[in-house]
């Protein structure tokens, strides 16, 4: 396990909850915590098989459930029906705009944008526990949009 106070949280969320401790949930631990950026269940799952990894791919399914339950992962789902995940632990808040032609997200950071979700739960007599802002654009350099070059 390369980061153990990450798998201390997934080994107390699983016996809190009566499931399974395995070293296969821990290998998925590893490998979703390590991947950069964005990914969906499939894309770990290859990644995982060409590292030579023998974890299938329910377990793969199923423990990402189990680290999104645990808030150690986070789920996002940017439009296109695909659910994927990102690393939520030791990680700063932070937004995506999203290219609607090719899939490209941009993580970013805006002062402003992070008061508005206290703000309007303030207003509204609710407390923040959390919030997703995702912008939905085109990539202006169309030379760089993947979309772009696979029309070519």
């Known amino acids: ?3 153990q106070q990450a798998a201390e949280v997934f080994r107390k969320f699983l016996k809190d909850g009566k499931n ?11 490998a979703a915590l390590e991947y950069e950026g964005h990914f969906g269940a499939d894309d ?27 808030d150690l ?8 029906n695909t659910t994927r995940y990102e ?16 899939g490209r997200i941009v993580e970013f950071m805006n002062p402003k944008i992070k008061q508005i979700p206290s703000e309007i739960c303030g207003e509204l007599g609710f407390d923040v526990e959390s919030y997703s802002f995702n ?6 350099d169309i030379k760089n949009c993947k979309y772009y070059k696979n029309r070519k």
Do not use: W
């Open 20 to 30: 399974r401790i395995t070293p296969e949930r821990f290998e998925v631990l590893d």
């Open 1 to 3: 396990m390369k980061n």
């Open 87 to 102: 690393s939520n632990f030791k990680k700063q808040v932070h937004d995506h705009l999203i290219c609607v032609d090719c």
């Open 135 to 140: 912008i939905f654009a085109r990539c202006k």
């Open 44 to 70: 770990l799952y290859i990644l995982m098989k060409t590292q030579q990894s023998r974890v299938s791919r329910a377990t793969v399914y199923n423990t990402l459930e189990l680290l999104a339950q645990c």
């Open 73 to 80: 992962l986070i789920k996002r789902n940017f439009g296109d």
